[in-house]
């Protein structure tokens, strides 16, 4: 049987129904509303699924989330069940083929002291895995081959396991689901399922993105490599924030960006942002800070598998009480298959005004005039910052380093490199750089201390590639 861990990939975030690629059945996470005890209906975010609960555990079930815990997402929790639980779901008027070879089920899971089977309501009855995705103390994404795994039959009222099953009948699979099959022990002893996806078979296209309730998860084949937030999350009910990519994942699967860092709660993985943002000369808020803004996602869509467009709008306590957008965000992103072991990732960003008095937005009025395109990349020991010229070493101000800056270290388990290039035909291109060697983002600068205006009509356009990479030739690299 293969297992496949994909190591702390911190806040996968909160997922409804998936219109993604081909071949995935559905994707479910709970939904960000309260935590309830026991989980209902309510709290599903895709509105194909109905929730089942089973066992005399079974009302123990919670739907949890600690606003004090950094990137906590919404989750499934045993902790309090007195008896043994089970958890399922059955997408309305469909059944899934889950005998084929390509045919697995995705789950993010934490599990102190306990280890979660699938569950499978077949035509011969209900059925548990053998295999599971074992303890964790950190969350760990899991991926299940179900060709790969051997099964017993399952007592659902009491949830035990009985009898094996040398061959179970997989074609009309009615319900998916999960369980530890033992009582909760509270925190100490008890599992946890963030999200959960059932593939049929795998797209036909290696690269592609999967809609969530919050954003978009990008994969190549099944190794997740971007997370892109629409939905807001916070911590401690302050620094909100969306509109961003976080986690990031290496090439050998390591998470390379942070969120919610201790020394700057503002920061947030892969992000765009400014200090200043003026409408008719007053300041209305901080979008760099995260203070006094909310990104409100109006439409996002997949495109041709691979990229997502989305439609932001940008509102602020200071301009109409936050009634009202004064800047229109359009962002695609675009991530690409490893080549020559080597990943592209594309942004583009348009920004447009909405308001009816002139907008600006800014970096931080002082000589660092830091804002725009940034990476809170997670900073090793051994980094070494490079540029077309040569090793670049960080200074408290803007750094005329070139149109590319290259971050090499220890992520993970092994010596990579992330580079950051800018669009050639970006306003303020060449790029001056505010860089770090600990404790703070990068920052490809624009449009510096000095706002500039927004147009009505035609949008300024901003175009960055992140690459992740072995040795790769930077220079050589060129934009689509």
Known sequence: MKLVIFGCVAVFALAASADAADGLFFREDTRDIPPALPITQKHISNPDLIL??????????????????????????SGQCKGNWAVSLAKKNATADLSGAQAQIRMRTKNYMRTVYVILKTPGGWLVSNQSTGSSREWQSIILRTSDMSWSKLDIASV????RVTKPDLTKVSAIGFTDLKPGGGSKACSRVDWIEVWTAMPKQAMHAVKAADGY???????????????????????????????LTGLSGETLTEDFPQDHLHHRGIFWAWHQATVGGKAVGDPWECKNIVWESIKSEILDGAAVKATVHL???????????????????RAHGIKNQARAIDFTIELKSLADAEV????A??????????????????????GPKGVVKPIRTPVAAGEWLN??????????????????????????????????????????????????????????????????????QQFK
Do not use: C
């Open 52 to 77: 089942g609960l089973h066992g005399p555990g079974k009302t123990g079930i919670k739907k949890s989330y600690h606003e004090s815990t950094k990137n906590d997402p919404h989750y499934i929790w």
């Open 160 to 163: 035990t396991r009985g009898d």
């Open 217 to 247: 998860q990008f994969y190549d084949r099944d190794r997740p490599v971007l997370f892109y937030h629409t939905g807001t999350n916070s911590f401690k009910n302050g620094h909100h924030r969306a509109n961003y990519v976080h986690p």
């Open 315 to 333: 509102k602020a306590a200071g301009y109409k009480s936050g009634k009202e957008a004064f800047v229109q965000e359009t962002v695609t992103i």
């Open 360 to 363: 600006k937005l800014g970096g």
């Open 365 to 386: 009025e002082n000589d660092k005039g830091y804002g725009g395109f940034s990476t809170r990349i997670v900073m090793p020991k051994d980094l070494v910052m490079t």
């Open 407 to 476: 971050f090499t270290g220890t992520f993970g388990r092994s010596k990579s490199s992330i580079a950051v290039l800018a669009h050639p035909k970006n306003p303020g291109y060449p790029t001056p750089w505010i860089l770090r060697s600990k404790g703070s983002a990068q920052n490809a600068v624009w449009p510096g201390r000095h706002a500039v205006a927004i147009p009505k009509d035609k949008p300024i356009i901003l175009r960055y590639r992140i690459l992740l990479h072995q040795n790769a030739d930077i220079s050589k």
